[in-house]
Structures are given as structure tokens and as C-alpha cells.
């Protein structure tokens, strides 16, 4: 890897939770810095966006409220990692949750930091294809894209269109879970 290079990640925060419930890892004990780190390696990281939608707590309402103390705590976590947080909205729909803005604050961020000269690489923790037009505009400002994506959920549009492709399983998120 070139030392030089800079590389700025972002991570598709939902995405990334989904598939580590799937996978049967804990969010809790999951050490995103780390995760993160094991990408970067030795390039200069720039920074790292980690895209949410934001729950708002309702008193009274049991879901709302568990779901916002356990973001309370992730976003404590994000924190001291240095990670940026950017959010989205909760939609409510019955007793579904559903996030709003995000996909779309992801491609934006990810074609403005091509087009402001913020990276050379940009790293997309996501198995989104709806982020595929927003590669499209990255490299068409000659930089790179790089996505870290799931075995059992890829993305072939995000496949097809980034430089460089990462596959992780349950055994590559399973190291970087601490033990209860």
C-alpha cells in the first residue's frame, strides 16, 4: 500500500449494523476503530464518516426510548474513535423504524470530497447499490473507490463499479468483537 495515498472512509452505519446482527456479532463489543484500521493500513486516513439515522426518544414509548440509549452509547463510542457522525432521520411506521437521508448524504459526501480534493481513495463500508451513481462521479474525478462489503449481502452494482473490493464474513467480524 502507498503511504502517500489518502483515504477517507465511509461507513454505511445501518448496513453495517444489519449485517453484523446477521452475522450474530454484538455492535456493543464491536471495535470500529479497529475494523476500520484493518482497511486503512499504513495509507493516510483523512477521516471517517459514520452515516445514521438519528432516534429521537418518545417518553412512554419502551422501543423508541431502548433504541435511543443504545445509540447514546454508540455514538459515545464513535466519538472517542474520532469518528465523525452524520445523521439521517427515523421514520416511524407502526412499530417500525426506517431511516431517511442517509443513502443520499453518503453519495453526496463521498462526490464532494472527490470534487474538494479530499482523498485519493475513498473507502465505502456498504452493500448498497444505490451508492453505484455516486462512484460513478467519484471516478470520473480520477479517484478511487474501495468498498468493504458482505459475503452474504453484496452489492454487484457496487462490485462492478469500485477499483478495489474487500468480501468479509462472520469470521473477519468476529475479530474485532471483544469478549462479554
Known sequence: MNK???????????????????????????????????????????????????????????????????????????????FHIVKGRIRRIGNVFTEKGVDVRIAIDLVEGAYENHYDKALLVSSDGDLAPAIDMVRRKNKAVEIVSFKDNPSYSLIQKANYRHFIGIDDLQRFVAPQ
Open 4 to 82: 502517500e495515498e489518502r483515504v477517507y472512509v465511509y461507513i454505511d452505519g445501518s448496513n453495517l449494523y444489519y449485517n453484523l446482527k446477521r452475522n450474530n456479532c454484538s455492535s456493543v463489543n464491536f471495535d470500529f476503530k479497529a475494523f476500520i484500521d484493518s482497511f486503512v493500513g499504513d495509507r493516510r486516513l483523512e477521516g471517517v464518516r459514520y452515516y445514521i439515522g438519528h432516534v429521537i426518544k418518545k417518553r412512554g414509548d419502551l422501543k423508541s426510548e431502548r433504541l435511543y440509549w443504545f445509540q447514546k452509547e454508540l455514538f459515545c463510542r464513535l466519538r472517542v474513535a474520532e
